[in-house]
């Protein structure tokens, strides 16, 4: 069916008139008519009755105009979504979810490109785990999330796309005055007799997989409820823990990170809905690559060792988790 034909009848159903509606429309009374009574020969009920002062939709027409009326409402909403798509404009809130440590550094520079890209736009940022941001996507409430592959990794979800943002190498952070600081990178076995604090069980998985495959064991003595008081128990001497190289650029000041030897790694993703894609998502992932690649020297730059020279391990590629 027509959707012209569609909105004529409920305009129609709106003011009351066919001639008031013509008026409204641009179209002749007569055209208005032929429009109405072609929608009702194709349904094969009336839509409109007369009566003193004009007319009204019966009982058909009044279901029929409400479902007309979503119906409108959702292909105007699907228009205006492809002329942003084309026109580069956002006029719709972008819900972002990210990591903690991908929420402290490289989101929210991202999104300042954005905003000089897309001008007025609405949007908020909710950090979470991983696992618990793909259920945020899944259920609609945000529009795209950061994510990672650190245990228990990424899953496999039909109604989600995952795109690779890259690898992130993992670094040690230590207190300002560690014995260790300013000596990297340093392999894992050389930290064995240090105790480790972390603040999620996934990133306590890695510590254990790389301590496991340098033959020695990470004593994971301390527990904190977050990143911050991961962070402020490193800083107090109290611990040292492995971090994303990502949140380097991000540190406080009362912190150093080192970097290993054959680091720990862990994919970043971000993985959007399949259906009613934001017209903006697009381009963030784009502007988070740019971010991610850019910091890659900031990162390195962060692991002074003993000679004044800087390392780090650019990161590699690789296929999406799915």
Request: with cysteine; net charge neutral.
């Amino acid at each position: 069916m027509d959707l012209t034909v569609w909105r004529t009848f409920v305009t129609v159903c709106r003011v009351g008139s066919l001639s008031a509606a013509a008026a409204e429309l641009h179209h002749t009374q007569s055209a208005v008519s032929r429009q109405i009574a072609g929608l009702e020969r194709q349904l094969g009920v009336a839509l409109v009755e007369r009566h003193a002062r004009g007319v009204r939709p019966t009982a058909a027409g009044e279901v029929f105009r409400r479902h007309a009326l979503a119906t409108l409402h959702e292909a105007d909403r699907a228009l205006r979504a492809v002329r942003d798509v084309r026109d580069g404009v956002c006029d719709r809130p972008l819900a972002i979810g990210a990591t903690p440590s991908l929420a402290a550094g490289i989101v929210p520079e991202a999104v300042r490109g954005l905003l000089k890209q897309a001008g007025s736009l609405r949007w908020s940022l909710l950090p979470g785990l991983s696992a618990q941001l793909h259920g945020r996507v899944i259920a609609g409430d945000l529009d795209i999330a950061v994510v990672t592959d650190a245990p228990p990794g990424l899953t496999v979800d039909p109604r989600v796309e995952h795109r690779f943002l890259g690898l992130d190498e993992m670094v040690v952070v230590l207190p300002v005055g560690h014995p260790r600081a300013g000596h990297g990178p340093v392999p894992l076995r050389s930290l064995a007799d240090q105790t480790w604090v972390e603040d999620n069980e996934g990133s306590a998985a890695l510590l254990r997989q790389h301590a496991a495959r340098a033959g020695i064991s990470a004593g994971i003595d301390l527990t904190a409820a977050d990143l911050p008081g991961k962070l402020a128990l490193v800083a107090t001497g109290h611990a040292i823990a492995l971090i994303p190289g990502v949140l380097t650029s991000a540190l406080r000041a009362d912190v150093t990170t080192i970097g290993l030897v054959d680091p720990p790694t862990r994919g970043i993703y971000t993985i959007t809905p399949r259906r009613d894609a934001h017209p903006c998502a697009a381009s963030l992932h784009d502007r988070l690559a740019a971010v991610f690649a850019s910091d890659r020297p900031a990162r390195a730059a962060h692991q002074p060792d003993g000679t004044g020279t800087h390392h780090s391990h650019a990161p590699a590629g690789r296929p999406p988790a799915e």
